[in-house]
């Protein structure tokens, strides 16, 4: 019986060596978790304009910290000019026009209608007189009925030309009608509205930055010529900085926004911070599936995961490694 115990114990003691060299096997050669790894990004800013033309002078260098509204380019334009200078002959033209509409004829041209009516007027009085004389002549039968018409027509021709001279001299007075003097001061809207719009243009030469931050690129050299919307400089703004992340799905593990996690940057010392998940999308189709196993099981996608941190980062630059701690 005394044998039988000690196998039993031996065997006992061999069970536990066994279970232990398994268990120290399985912590070590336990995989490592995959780590996941991104980058620190920030909003960019392309500086363009609206007209073409010759880079006269650059103001900033790569690298330079700038505020906004500093100017980093000034764009040489000589068709600008040239517009300019059409639009506001244009403007002197349309103005002249309405204040001719305006202010009616010329005192010279009012004088002259006034005395055509005149000379009607004197003209249809004399054939009133000479018709009088010639209706008391022919009630006495003196004068054939023929005399008596064409002194008739005489009279009537003159009256209408009195009516006429004085149409006209009513109209050199009152000047040109309201249709003339609204079309006029239309073409003087019209004229202001291209002035304005070349003045326009011309803001446009002077080429600022939208945002305080850090000249990233500059494109052209001075004295290249530039197409409208052509970049000439990239504006990078540091205080808009945020972690990407590309995470196959099988990792993301009910990951969603609002979530916090712990983002740890090599290139700061290893420095951690607190940031907060505010976008997860799934990236496009192409070269983002990945088989889960070498065989059978699904192939899993991958997914675009941002995240903002809680706390400005000193220090913190676009293009710098990002590692979630796990």
């Known amino acids: ?19 232990a060299i398994g268990v120290i096997g399985y912590i070590v050669s336990k995989p490592d978790p995959v780590p996941i790894q991104g980058e620190a990004c920030a909003s960019e800013y392309r500086v363009s304009g609206k007209v073409p033309g010759r880079i006269e002078v650059l103001f900033v260098k790569e690298g ?8 980093i380019a000034f764009v040489d334009s000589p068709e600008v000019k040239a517009k300019l200078a059409q639009a506001n002959a244009a403007r002197k033209a349309a103005s002249a026009q309405s204040l001719k509409a305006s202010n009616g004829a010329r005192k010279e041209e009012v004088t002259g209608a006034y005395e055509l009516w005149q000379q009607a007027l004197i003209q249809e009085e004399l054939l009133k007189k000479s018709l009088d004389r010639m209706q008391k002549l022919f009630d006495e039968k003196v004068v054939s009925a023929q005399k008596y018409d064409e002194i008739k027509a005489k009279y009537d021709a003159a009256h209408a030309q009195a009516l006429a001279a004085a149409s ?54 001075a004295g290249e010529l530039v ?11 540091l205080e808009d900085v945020w972690f990407t992340f590309s995470i196959r799905e099988d990792q993301l593990h009910g990951l969603k926004q609002g979530d916090r996690i712990t983002v740890m940057i090599p290139a700061l010392d290893g420095r951690e911070t607190e940031a907060v998940v505010n976008y997860i999308a799934v990236r496009e189709s192409y070269a983002t599936w990945k088989a889960t196993k070498s065989t059978a099981m699904y192939d899993a996608k991958t997914f675009e995961v941002r995240a903002v941190p809680v706390s400005k980062v000193e220090g913190l630059l676009p293009g710098m490694s990002a590692l979630v701690k796990q």
Do not use: H, W
Request: charged content about 25%; glycine content about 8%; overall charge negative.
């Open 1 to 19: 019986m005394k044998k039988n115990y000690n196998l039993i114990g031996g065997i006992a003691v061999l069970a536990v060596v066994v279970l």
């Open 227 to 237: 197409g409208t919307g052509a970049p000439v400089a990239s504006v990078t703004d």
């Open 168 to 221: 006209q001299y009513e109209m050199a007075v009152k000047g040109a009608r309201a249709e003339d003097k609204a079309a006029a001061q239309a073409l003087v809207e019209q004229a202001d509205g291209a002035l304005m719009e070349v003045e326009s243009y011309l803001d446009e030469l002077y080429l600022t930055s939208p945002a305080d931050g850090i000249v990233s690129d500059v494109f052209p050299k």
């Open 64 to 71: 330079q910290r700038i505020s906004k509204g500093d100017t």
